[in-house]
Structures are given as C-alpha cells and as structure tokens.
C-alpha cells in the first residue's frame, strides 16, 4: 500500500500492533497512509487526534508548541506530508489564528489542512491565500476529517477551483473596500471616530455622552461633524457606510478608561431625549 491512502476504506482501521507503533510516534512502516503533523496547542486534544489518526493508520504526531519555533522545529523533524492546524488557539497572541504557519509549514513540504470553527468567508479565503488545502469544520465527524486527510494525501483538491476563486476573489473586493473605508474613516479626528464606533454599536447620544463623560451638547455637534465628513445625512446612514469595517474604528472601552483616569470629568448635560440628526 503507498502512503497515498487510496484503497482504504473510511472504515479502515490498523491492527493492534500498528496502532501501538504509530500512536507511540515509531518511523512509518509498510502500510502507513501517510504522515501527519496535529497542531493543536491543547495536550489532550492533540493526542486524543493523534491515537484516532493511529487508528486508521496515520503516522501522526503532535506539535503542541508552545511557540512557532517549535512547531516549525518539530515539522522539520517529522517531515509531514500533512499539518493538520487547529486554528481556534493558536499558542496565545504570537501564532493569532494559526494562519502565520502556514507558509512555514509549506515550505517543509506539507500540505496544509486547517481544522476551524469559523465560517465567514473572507477568513476561509485567507487560509487558502497563505496556502492551506481547505479546511474541516470542528463539527464533522472524525470520518470527515479521516477522508478528507485522504483526499489531500491523495494529491486532490478538497476546495473547487471555482469555490477557491470566489473565495479569493470576495477577498480582494473585502480589502478594496476596506482601504476605501480607511481612506474615509481618516477624515475624522479620534474622538469622532470614537462617536460614529458608538453609533454602529447602537449607543444614542446620551448615552455617548454618558459613556465619554462629556455634554450631549458635544456629542451632538461631533455627530454632526461626522455625518458631514462621510457625506451623509443622517445617522443610520453613517452606520451603513462603516458596513463591515468595524473594526477600522478605535474600540469603544480602553480609550474611555484612559480618558476617565487621565482627564477631569466633564460635566454631562440631563435629557431624557434620543438625539436623531437628519
């Protein structure tokens, strides 16, 4: 049998021997399906994948980190012909969402499979933009990751060519919109993008100014500001033109805590009223 896996049934599974040897990290033997790296920075989690792939007759190890180094140091040693990477940990904030090894993981010769819970398209078209096969969601089944490991053992494609090219087509319009938005979103000063951040997080202007410790009078005039500076008219048309591009703006609650530790309180104006800018 070659390393490709072709013949085997979903159902495949080693004998007690062979499961022995590969769950224990022995060199590939006779048989082997092919060799697979688990990237998982859970313990558990890495070597429960790793006894379930020994069962259907994976070679597979685990890399637990707890740094890219390591990871990348162990793929050299083992040689996968495939990274299997957990993308929901990632070894804290130097690995993010696991996107950053895929190139290095590449370059080792591996194909890459990523292993996600995440389902906006923009995020899946990243993956296959640095260069992984495609993905499994967390919710198949092990039979679903056991095939589709096969497949892409096998030399095929497990995302279409047209789905691939959607993909990465939505993409690049996300990131020319994006630079758009940026480009627009530049025109306002800090404390206004602070504002119109609020607005598409559904706060009125009292509340603004309740959150910002300032006169609802000035939250006002720097709404108004920003529906001028963005050309609009209104302010549920200001939250339409940030669309997807939240997070362009500032984030609401770290600057209002350096504002309140750092400026004296201003004081806020009473109204019961919701303030609607026409």
């Known amino acids: 049998m070659d390393r490709s ?4 049934a979903s159902t495949q599974t080693c004998t007690d021997e062979s499961h022995g040897l590969l ?3 022995a060199h590939a033997s006779e048989g082997v399906r092919g060799r697979v790296l688990v990237v998982e920075e859970h313990g558990l989690l890495a070597e429960g994948m790793q006894l379930a792939l020994a069962r ?5 190890e685990t890399a637990t980190g707890p740094t890219p180094a390591d990871v990348m140091d162990q793929a050299r040693r083992f040689e ?3 990274a299997l990477i957990d993308v929901s940990h990632g070894f804290g ?3 993010g969402n696991g996107i950053e090894l895929v190139r290095p993981l590449r ?3 591996a194909r890459v499979v990523m292993l996600t819970a995440e389902r906006r398209r923009t995020a899946l078209a990243e993956f296959l933009e640095a260069g992984a096969a495609g993905w499994v969601r967390k919710t198949a089944g092990f039979e679903e990751v056991d095939s589709t490991l096969a497949r892409v053992a096998a030399g095929e494609s497990i995302i279409g060519r047209a789905e691939r090219e959607a993909l990465l087509d939505r993409l690049r319009n996300e990131r020319v919109q994006a630079r758009r938005a940026g480009a627009c979103f530049d025109q306002l000063t800090h404390r206004e993008a602070l504002v119109l951040a609020a607005l598409v997080d559904g706060l009125s202007a009292d509340e603004i100014a309740r ?3 300032v006169a609802v009078t000035t939250v006002r005039s720097q709404i108004r500001a920003v529906l001028n500076k963005l050309g609009v008219r209104s302010q549920l048309a200001a939250v339409a033109a940030v669309g997807n591009h939240r997070a362009l703006l500032p984030q609401r609650g770290d600057t209002v805590r350096d504002r309140r530790r750092l400026s004296t309180p201003e004081t806020v104006e009473a109204s019961g009223e ?5």
């Open 274 to 278: 919701t303030e609607h800018i026409a």
């Open 5 to 8: 896996g072709q013949g085997w």
């Open 107 to 109: 370059s080792t010769g």
């Open 93 to 95: 904030s130097s690995i």
């Open 211 to 213: 959150e910002h410790v």
């Open 56 to 60: 259907r007759c994976w070679h597979a």
């Open 23 to 25: 769950a224990a990290g």
């Open 80 to 82: 996968p012909d495939i």
